[in-house]
C-alpha cells in the first residue's frame, strides 16, 4: 500500500511540475483555424520525439478544447525543449482520430507549423518547434482530407 501511495505521488508531483505554471516553464498559447463545424472537440497531442510524432497514444500530454466561431484555443506551460503537436477536429467526440480503410483520416487534422505530409502523415522535423523563455504563440489550420 505503501508503495502505491508513493507511486502515486511521484506521478503526480512530476506530472504537476511538468506541466504547471512556474518559473522553469513557458507559455504556449495555440488557435486551431479552418474548423468546418463545431460539432465535438479538437484534440492536441504533444511530442518530444520524431518515433511517437503524430501517434495519438503515445503523446507525452493530451489537451482538449471546444470550438466557438470555427476556432478552438488552447494555452499550457512547457519546460524548455523541443516539441510538435499534432491535431484532430473530433467531430463525433469519440475521443479520437477516425480513420479509413487505408489509414487516411476521416476527420480534420493538421500539426504544429502548419506541416504537412506528403503520401503520409507530417513529419517531426517539419512541425518542432523550440521552447526557451520567450512565450508562443502559433495559429494553425485544420485540413480535411
Not at 468546418?36 to 484534440?43: D, H, K, L, T
Not at 499550457?76 to 467526440?93: C, R, S, V
Request: aromatic fraction near 12%.
Amino acid at each position: 500500500m505503501k508503495t502505491l501511495l508513493l507511486m502515486g505521488w511521484l506521478f503526480f508531483g512530476i506530472n504537476t511540475c511538468l506541466y504547471a505554471n512556474d518559473d522553469k516553464t513557458t507559455e504556449v498559447r495555440v488557435t486551431v483555424t479552418n474548423l468546418r463545424s463545431e460539432e465535438g472537440q479538437v484534440i492536441l497531442s504533444l511530442f518530444d520525439n520524431a518515433e511517437d510524432f503524430p501517434n495519438q497514444t503515445k503523446a507525452i500530454k493530451t489537451f482538449k478544447a471546444d470550438i466557438r466561431d470555427g476556432k478552438a484555443n488552447f494555452q499550457f506551460h512547457l519546460p524548455a525543449g523541443t516539441y510538435a503537436f499534432a491535431f484532430t477536429h473530433d467531430e463525433n467526440n469519440n475521443g479520437k482520430r477516425d480513420t479509413n480503410f487505408i489509414g487516411m483520416p476521416k476527420e480534420g487534422v493538421g500539426a504544429s507549423n502548419n506541416a504537412k505530409g506528403s503520401f503520409g502523415p507530417p513529419k517531426f522535423e517539419d512541425a518542432k518547434f523550440t521552447i526557451a523563455d520567450q512565450p508562443i504563440q502559433s495559429t494553425v489550420e485544420t485540413n480535411y482530407l
